[in-house]
């Protein structure tokens, strides 16, 4: 199972920006597209983003399509999310996790995924 940890995550005026990372554990982190996902509070978690093991594509959905940028650096195990433009319907915790996009705009979480402690991003003036 893919295991990774989230930070980055902090307080933010709307307009505002955050990187979010995401750092694998091992080789089991190698390998394996990695997408970010969200659960605001009451809300069921979406994924936002997934980017392939070769970092040469990434998907999205279409309510962060253009503000967030999902990037990937092998060399470190770790996977970024740029976050521009932060809106007020933007604030959830946070998590990276093992992904797949199985149709344009949906991203799920794979079979091996693996839930870690996220990352709290809050948006408000």
């Known amino acids: 199972q893919v295991q990774a940890v989230e930070s980055g995550g902090g307080f933010v005026e709307p307009g505002g920006s955050l990187r979010l990372s995401c750092t694998g554990s091992g080789a089991a982190f190698d390998g394996y597209a990695i997408g970010w996902f969200r659960q605001a509070a009451g809300r069921e978690r979406e994924g936002i983003s997934c980017i392939t093991w070769s970092g040469d594509t990434a998907w999205y959905v279409d309510s962060v399509k253009g503000r967030f940028t999902t990037s990937r650096d092998k060399a470190a195990n770790t996977v970024y999310l740029q976050m521009n433009s932060l809106k007020s319907e933007d604030p959830a915790m946070y998590y990276c996790?093992?992904?797949?996009?199985?149709?344009?705009?949906?991203?799920?979480?794979?079979?091996?995924?693996?839930w870690g402690q996220g990352t709290q991003v809050t948006v408000s003036s």
């Open positions: 996790a093992a992904c797949v996009s199985v149709a344009p705009g949906v991203i799920l979480p794979s079979s091996v995924a693996q």
